[in-house]
């Protein structure tokens, strides 16, 4: 009796030991040189897209493409990690593994209310992942039917997930690109919509029950950037001044305005079967290099909040992180907003972005010649704040980013081209691979005489957002030591209304 005893106490005290361990090691791992502070990331090997998210229980759900046995892409897992805040995050243990039909690449998940799907036991609610199924066999074997659309269910809040015995539940007609569905309710007709990215094109099928699809129609081969393949769309309704709008967003992966990966959108209207856009035109969700395969979280209501992954195909693999690589971009409300006669797709910043900003350094009326150095107050932040300024009227300027060995971040506003640019051509190690380095622009999207710029700056990453969120930029670095030095620049005088800074107390404990 005694030895079992000792055994079971043995026992215990290893476990708590184990624990304590993995504790203490993904916390330094939180602590590694470019690992970012206040974005997602996991606690090790290779992370890319966003999948599955859905907002169910008060919680927010977030999978993501994960490869659990290195830091370069390999075969595909669903990560998962959940948040009640949109910021701080837990990493849970993998939800979705590869099986005999294949890898499991992107996807979306829904909350099935009303038990279309019949997986729904005892009162309980579903939550079904659907997501694509993709064939390492039959791709090795040049047939063009190896990525396919299934479904798996959970009955405990995404906890655990059951894959559907039926599956495949939307065979591929051959076509070789036949993937990452996104999924919503169309309540006018009672069905489920599915957006599904084939090559170079949306497909849009229906279905009543998540299980049998109909093919509706097709949208774009005529529309907007064909630079590469289209990849991971999303649709929802938007309101603005009271009136319904629908978005298609559509990233594209090469052919994106800075080179390789991106996101594209359209607007317009869908009717349950067809989307009607108001013009085929390139729009850009975000102009920077570094946001792609972004969607939204499903379940939210009217209220649209996005998540790109923070990187791009030109370079993801080669990224000098240790450990880990890559992350998610900070998560962003989106709006409808009308400037120079058209409706246009604006983000911001979610506001609970809030809950882990300090109380803001607040210097206003504030008359920059030719510079004015704020390295007294950034040099506290840890490389991790946000920036928010308002010139009286837009003239060039500079913020330039930097350290005590001459590495530099430049981001501004060229006002002879009428551009934003963020240049990391001296921003650290850039020899990893030939596309990394580069000045990277974007047009300015209003006629308005001044402008204003909200800047998140995160160990390795900066996020811009200007004019109210109408032009966006997203961009990774690699600083052989942080930029905690931060300088505005000018040719001449430049007035500033507002000028603010905001520490960003760490997401991870």
């Known amino acids: 009796m005694r030895n079992r005893k000792y055994y079971f106490l043995l026992a215990l005290s290893m476990a708590v030991s184990s624990l304590l361990y993995a504790q203490e090691k993904n916390t330094q791992a939180y602590q590694a ?15 890319n897209d966003p999948n599955g998210m859905v907002y169910f229980n008060h919680t927010y759900h977030l999978f993501f493409q994960y490869y659990p046995n290195d830091i370069i892409w390999g075969p595909m897992h669903w990560g998962h990690a959940v948040s009640k805040d949109l910021i701080h995050w837990k990493e849970l ?12 690449f992107s996807g979306s998940a829904v909350v099935d209310s009303n038990n279309t799907s019949g997986f729904g036991k005892n009162g309980q609610i579903p939550l079904i992942a659907i997501f694509t199924h993709h064939d390492p066999k039959r791709e090795a074997e040049k047939r063009d039917d190896f990525e396919n659309q299934s479904l798996a269910f959970s009955l405990d809040g995404g906890a655990t997930w059951t894959k559907y015995t039926g599956n495949p539940v939307l065979k591929n007609p051959g076509i070789r690109d036949f993937r990452d569905p ?3 309710w169309y309540a006018p007709e009672k069905k489920w919509i599915m957006t599904l990215a084939t090559q170079d094109r949306i497909s849009f099928y229906s279905a009543p029950d998540l299980k049998n699809w109909k093919k509706e129609s097709e949208f774009g081969i005529k529309a907007g950037a064909h630079g590469g393949v289209w990849e991971c769309p999303d649709l929802f309704a938007l309101k603005m001044s009271g009136k319904t709008y629908w978005v ?9 305005p800075n080179g390789g990966s991106a996101t594209q959108y359209f607007i317009g209207d869908f009717d349950g079967s067809k989307f009607i856009p108001i013009d085929n035109r390139t729009k850009w969700l975000d102009y920077g290099p570094d946001e792609y395969a972004g969607i939204t979280w499903s379940n939210t209501g009217e209220r649209k909040i996005f998540l790109g992954w923070m990187s791009n195909w030109q370079y993801a693999n080669q990224v000098p992180t240790q450990a880990w690589r890559n992350a998610t971009t900070i998560p962003r409300e989106l709006s409808l907003q009308l400037s120079k006669g058209e409706i246009l797709l604006a983000s911001k910043p979610v506001p609970e972005l809030k809950n882990i900003a300090e109380k803001p350094i607040a210097l206003k009326q504030r008359l920059v010649n030719h510079s004015l150095d704020l390295s007294l107050y950034t040099n506290k932040l840890g490389s991790r704040y946000i920036l928010k300024l308002t010139p009286r009227t837009l003239k060039d300027y500079c913020l330039r980013l930097s350290n005590t060995k001459g590495e530099e971040l430049l981001i501004g506003y060229d006002p002879v081209k009428d551009q934003y640019y963020i240049d990391r051509t001296r921003a650290g190690k850039l020899d990893f691979q030939k596309n990394f380095s580069g000045r990277f622009t974007a047009p300015r999207l209003t006629l308005a005489k001044n402008s204003d710029i909200n800047i998140v700056v995160d160990k390795s990453s900066v996020e811009l957002f200007a004019d109210g969120g109408l032009t966006t930029m997203t961009a990774i670095y690699f600083p052989t030591e942080d930029f905690n030095n931060l300088a505005i620049k000018t040719s001449g005088q430049l007035t500033l209304i507002n000028l603010s800074i905001s520490g960003l107390n760490p997401i991870w404990k």
């Open 182 to 184: 996104k999924v919503m």
């Open 33 to 47: 040189q470019y690992r970012p502070q206040v974005h997602f990331s996991p606690a090790q090997h290779w992370m």
């Open 248 to 256: 298609l967003v559509v990233n594209l992966n090469p052919g994106g």
């Open 93 to 104: 243990p993998i939800a979705l593994y590869p099986d005999s039909l294949g890898y499991i």
